[in-house]
């Protein structure tokens, strides 16, 4: 191989890092547009069925030739849908109606810290000074960002019940990160990622039906058509398709610090589409997030 295409292979997986929360963090509209003409779990159901809908005629051969892989796996897959699609879906959109887009920030952008917890305990995952202090330098870029370069409003922080919903998504996106990177599949990227569409589906059936009978109904229009399709394809196909890249490069916890990222691109959409100011905080708080990146990426081999 040339040298220089070995140089971009090894740069490949650091610009995916930087890619993959540009269609992560479109959820941000999801939750802020999106629940407005859709209830909050009626979106996350409708949002991975249609998911599954749209890949699995493209996978069906794969997995109608692997029944007895996908037997064996079936419960590792029951798992990942919970978290991942289940818990991660449809946790931020009810937390939504009951707290801040702040706290949610603040709160979420803990799943690294788990996720670098649960691969040091239980799968001898290596962690060194440097990825120490990349850790804390884009924590505290986010915070910057969040509190708008006020600690005063930390001092002033709130917690209300749908924080108790974010954090319990955090934690699901790290156990889904954890077991998702360390659980191996006989299946192909995309037909294993179809089948934790689906299982994510079945799990948010039940809360779907409760829902519909004692809380919101849902009204089928194009306001729910854009919406579910929207939510299923950008933040939806592409964003778990390229995490799901990235982990297998990087490993789970440097691929945690997506969500860092992800918070910087959540700014960015606020500036374009809700017209909020690109403010002196903004630039400080990407500055500490993207140094942490990179000293967490130096001890990659």
């Not at 934790?196 to 948010?204: E, K, T």
Request: one cysteine or more.
């Amino acid at each position: 191989m040339k040298p220089s295409a070995t140089k971009i292979n090894n740069f490949y997986p650091y610009l995916l890092l930087f890619i993959q929360p540009i269609f992560m963090a479109s959820n941000i509209i999801v939750a802020r547009g999106g629940v407005e003409y859709v209830p909050p779990i009626s979106l996350a159901f409708w949002r991975w069925l249609t998911v599954f809908f749209i890949l699995m005629p493209f996978f069906f051969d794969e997995i109608s030739k692997k029944r007895k892989q996908f037997k064996s796996e079936s419960f590792k897959l029951f798992i990942l849908g919970l978290t991942g699609c289940g818990i991660c879906g449809a946790f931020p959109f009810v937390a939504g109606m009951s707290t801040t887009m702040a706290n949610m920030g603040i709160i979420y952008t803990s799943s690294p810290i788990f996720i670098i917890a649960i691969s040091v305990l239980f799968f001898k995952d290596k962690i060194n000074l440097s990825r120490i202090v990349g850790l804390i330098l884009c924590l505290s870029g986010v915070i910057i960002i969040i509190c708008k370069g006020d600690l005063f409003f930390l001092i002033n922080f709130k917690f209300t019940s749908g924080d108790l919903w974010i954090l319990g998504a955090a934690i699901g996106w790290a156990v889904y990160s954890i077991f998702l990177i360390n659980w191996k599949s006989e299946f192909s990227l995309m037909a294993r990622f179809t089948l934790i569409a689906f299982f994510g589906a079945i799990c948010l059936f039940p809360f779907y039906i409760i829902e519909e009978s004692f809380f919101f109904n849902t009204t089928f229009n194009n306001d729910f058509l854009f919406w579910v399709l929207f939510a299923a394809i950008s933040p939806g196909i592409i964003a778990f398709t390229l995490y799901t890249k990235v982990q297998k490069f990087v490993g789970a916890s440097l691929a945690g610090f997506t969500l860092y990222i992800f918070s910087i691109y959540s700014a960015i959409y606020g500036i374009i589409l809700f017209e909020e100011s690109l403010m002196s905080f903004h630039y400080y708080g990407a500055a500490l997030v993207f140094t942490g990146v990179y000293l967490a990426r130096k001890i990659i081999k």
